[in-house]
């Protein structure tokens, strides 16, 4: 979870939340106890995107599982007959 600090707070101690961030801490600015901004370390994707990405594979997942129907999953074995065959 992302440290929560003041507007004042941050002003007064910015140099210390730019450490935090450098070593990978999420820093969330309120201001009258309302998030304002966000700061994150240069690079990394925002939570909500990794959470968004992350339940739109396990949709996908649902999706491939509800087209397969009755079908069995293929094995190892069964999808390295399939590539020798096609070589042939």
């Known amino acids: 979870m992302a440290a929560s600090v003041t507007a004042l707070e941050a002003k007064t101690r910015f140099g ?3 450490d935090r961030v450098a070593q990978g801490e999420e ?3 309120t201001r009258h106890d309302k998030p304002i901004a966000l700061i994150l370390p240069v690079g990394k994707p ?3 995107e990794v959470r968004a990405a992350v339940e739109g ?3 996908l997942r649902h999706a491939i599982a509800m087209r397969r129907g009755d079908r069995t999953a293929l094995t190892a074995d069964d999808i390295k007959s399939l590539i020798e065959e096609g070589r042939q």
Do not use: G, K, N, T
């Open 57 to 59: 594979l396990r949709e």
């Open 27 to 29: 820093v969330i600015v």
């Open 16 to 18: 210390q939340l730019l």
């Open 46 to 48: 925002a939570r909500e």
